[in-house]
């Protein structure tokens, strides 16, 4: 199994917040920086958050602030918290290392966040 599972996903009212998970394969969570992404209808899909092997952190501007992104590097799951959520933030979220990102086959199927007004 190369695929992350991800779950946690839901439909929260604006200001509300979601922690979404991610199981992924040991092959590409072990020693690799992960990734949050989102891809929102009509639009490409963007690189959120990353976390190294070692914990740093990075964020896209947009959701710095307001989403966290962890690691567990024992179960190999990368979580992400996500509060003040606005309906911009509506999208299907995915987790992958950017480093495999270019193979399709590394993609899981994601999981939905709606956020209302």
């Known amino acids: 199994q190369v695929q992350p599972v991800e779950s946690g996903g839901g439909l929260v009212q604006a200001g509300g917040s979601l922690r979404l998970s991610c199981a992924a394969s040991?092959?590409?969570?072990?020693?690799?920086?992960m990734g949050w992404y989102r891809q929102a209808p009509g639009k490409q899909r963007e690189l959120v958050a990353t976390i190294t092997h070692f914990g740093s952190t990075n964020y896209e501007d947009s959701v710095r602030g307001r989403f966290t992104i962890s690691r567990d590097n024992a179960k190999n799951t990368v979580y992400l918290q996500m509060s003040k959520l606005k309906p911009d933030d509506t999208a299907v979220y995915y987790c992958?290392?950017?480093?495999?990102?270019?193979?399709?086959?590394?993609w899981g199927q994601g999981t939905q966040v709606t956020v209302s007004s």
């Open positions: 992958n290392a950017p480093s495999f990102s270019s193979r399709s086959n590394t």
């Open positions: 040991g092959s590409i969570f072990r020693f690799n920086t």
